[in-house]
């Protein structure tokens, strides 16, 4: 990333992703587009326990809707439910325990689900990570990217046909205006090349996240996809991923409820479902998934070899799971995506 493009980034951040840019864009916003009930419908929502997803998950409780918590911590979980319920009144509110970044434990996971409920109307990829220190989940992925990519991929792939079969399907990644300073490196999706720094790999997971969005709107045209920036959130991940830049920023960061606002609208509102499929969104609106002069754009054999990786991955885990079950591999099972 060029001093250039840093600085580009960062002053258009601190016009349109702080408090003041929240409540600039906000007097543009159409209150009825919330003024809706959602009793009947099903919202996953991972990382639901604090933060941006506790939000929009306790949003969603108020309209009526169905939610199911993803979390890690059991006893978080159950007091961010007890929360939510208490302050909405609704008793549709279900915990799962799921480490997002386990990602053998994310497919039996959705598996499992797929076999147990009828229908999913919504799925919010909203759980992430930056791990600054190079670390490997149990299928030997590094952390970041088995939590912020191959969780998101695995979840949204497996649950897919459920959505598919629901009223009015659509998968909503909470992704980040970082993304902007990357372009999707097809050779390295484990951070192995050079020196390991973990804002700039959460950056390359996020620009991921866009362009699994992307793809997945032109596969699936069944499905409502979007991608959304919150913008710069005081939530208890900052604090502790970034606390030089969350006590640098202060009071100018944003609220829960407004780094919340963008992903409820985009998984309540009948005007965000009339939008098109597979784009960006900041504070209600679409907005350019790459700054100007398009350095960060892909060519489509690049993204074609992005995903193919990602199904080799996710058929290994596949494969794992087989072992397990069986005591052998059989390469002859069929791919489960």
Not at 37 to 61: C, D, E, L, P, Q
Not at 132 to 152: D, I, Q, S, W
Not at 283 to 305: F, G, M, Q, Y
């Amino acid at each position: 990333m060029s001093m250039y493009r840093n600085a580009i980034w960062f002053l258009n951040g601190i016009h349109q992703y702080t408090r003041k840019g929240y409540e600039a864009a906000s007097k543009g916003f159409e209150p009825k587009d919330l003024d809706v009930s959602v009793v009947g419908r099903s919202f996953m929502i991972t990382g639901a326990n604090s933060g941006i997803g506790k939000a929009t998950a306790m949003a969603i409780a108020k309209k009526g809707g169905t939610v199911h918590m993803l979390c890690r911590n059991r006893d978080r979980a159950e007091e961010a439910k007890s929360d939510i319920v208490s302050a909405s009144g609704n008793t549709e509110v279900y915990v799962h325990i799921v480490d997002m970044s386990q990602t053998l434990r994310v497919w039996e996971f959705a598996e499992t689900f797929k076999k147990q409920h009828p229908s999913l109307n919504v799925l919010i990829n909203n759980a992430g990570c930056m791990v600054h220190k190079k670390e490997l989940n149990a299928e030997g992925m590094e952390m970041n990217f088995a939590t912020n990519t191959m969780g998101v991929y695995v979840l949204t792939q497996t649950l897919i046909p459920l959505l598919q079969k629901s009223r009015d399907p659509r998968v909503i990644t909470v992704s980040s205006g970082g993304m902007l300073v990357q372009k999707l490196r097809v050779d390295d999706l484990h951070s192995e090349k050079g020196y390991f720094d973990g804002v700039m790999v959460y950056a390359q997971n996020k620009r991921q996240q866009v362009v699994l969005t992307e793809h997945w709107a032109k596969t699936y045209p069944v499905i409502h996809f979007s991608a959304m920036h919150p913008g710069w959130v005081d939530t208890p991940a900052v604090s502790t991923a970034m606390p030089q830049f969350h006590q640098m920023m202060g009071d100018r960061l944003r609220g829960v409820e407004q780094g919340a606002d963008t992903v409820v609208w985009l998984a309540l509102s009948r005007v965000a479902a009339s939008t098109r499929s597979g784009q960006f969104f900041q504070d209600r609106k679409p907005v350019p998934a790459h700054l100007p002069l398009a350095w960060t754009r892909s060519s489509a054999e690049e993204i074609c070899n992005f995903i193919s990786q990602l199904e080799t991955l996710a058929r290994a885990v596949q494969l794992q799971h087989e072992a397990d079950a069986a005591g052998h591999l059989d390469p002859s099972k069929p791919h489960f995506v």
